[in-house]
């Protein structure tokens, strides 16, 4: 029963995080909505920050399962399709971490060092994915090639959203949205694919430009 | 003597906010700082909301400036550099606004539409520098690639700073960041770029890649 608690205060947490930003939600709007008594609340959290980072650890085990990439086979593009699918659903999960990132991470030094380590490690992931499809013949480029897009794979996918927000897009359709970003993120790699592979992807594409 | 004052308190409360944050500085540490009274602060700028939409002013103008193109000929590579310098240059000056930019859009409707017109304008030179270079012979992409590359370069110049302040890169070294940050727009570019260009350009990007 106190388990349940705890995980409802959680799950309203973060609805009420991205529909409003965190900044604008206190622990007493979260007891209101729950119909609980902030005493209640506080039993189970000692404060805002601490209900930040119990999402921000539901977060990170996601998105390190989105990051995991095949290692017994040689990767295809339909791999780096899944994986971003898996990365901007989880991002849009927890959009807002994404929307107040620099704030958030300037304010809690614990999870700027969980946030810096998740970013090493999509590089690494960006990086090995492509490094594959180069063994695999589907993409050409070098070394330093790969390891700048990774660069620009990580920077794009991390601040579509605010990207978004600044740009005065709306960011409550998702699917649209996401499908856009994860198209963004492609025609960083497109220009390197072999001729098929480059028109295949132009095909996909082509969905979401409208 | 009154116009000098309120000079002198834009130039020290842009320096303040580059420092430390437009949210952690308030009116009473621009005064203390210039060794005013609150009330000659109040005199010239009505709140601090006052003092940052004449900073913006300035940024306006200049970014403006930074993104006029050639018109009388085809660009070459040479005027991407030499305007991508100049916009990160402007950035680098008027840091505050990139570090808190979805916060200070979010909170002021004015400046959200003002910059909002700055990014189309961002976008529309980006295109049109493209469309030369495609023209001059020097690069090679259909009109969907050169919009969808626009896009992206918006989104790493826009977010090249906040990306260094959430993976924890220290962003008071100005001529190494801004190298890396244009080094990571011209990435973007390169293969699209003839031949000779692109090696050109690596060469040239070896320098920021240290």
Redesign the interface.
């Known amino acids: 029963m106190a388990r349940q608690t705890r995980e409802r205060i959680l799950d309203t947490s973060l609805a009420m995080f991205n529909a409003a930003?965190e900044?604008n939600v206190t622990t007493n709007h979260i007891a209101d909505e729950l119909g609980i008594s902030p005493g209640n609340l506080y039993y189970h959290f000692r404060n805002k920050d601490d209900i930040v980072e119990q999402l921000f650890s539901r977060y990170e085990t996601r998105i390190d399962d989105a990051l995991l990439i095949p290692e017994d086979r040689l990767p295809n593009l339909e791999d780096i399709w899944l994986q971003l699918h898996l990365v901007f659903e989880c991002m849009w999960a927890y959009r807002f971490l994404y929307?107040?990132?620099?704030?958030i991470?300037?304010r809690n030094r614990k999870l700027?060092?969980r946030?810096?380590r998740i970013?090493t490690r999509a590089s690494a992931s960006a990086a090995a994915l492509m490094r594959g499809l180069v063994r695999a013949g589907v993409m050409r480029a070098s070394d330093?090639?790969i390891l700048?897009?990774a660069?620009?794979v990580?920077?794009?996918a991390?601040?579509?959203l605010?990207?978004n927000?600044?740009?005065?897009v709306k960011t409550d359709v998702e699917t649209l949205d996401l499908g856009r970003g994860i198209?963004?993120v492609m025609?960083?790699l497109?220009?390197?694919l072999r001729e098929a592979e480059r028109e295949h992807l132009?095909t996909l594409?082509g969905a979401y430009?409208a």
């Open positions: 930003g900044p929307r107040d990132l620099v704030d991470l300037a700027k060092l946030f810096a970013m330093s090639e700048a897009v660069e620009n990580l920077l794009v991390t601040f579509w605010s990207f927000a600044v740009r005065g198209h963004q025609v960083l497109a220009p390197f132009n594409a430009s």
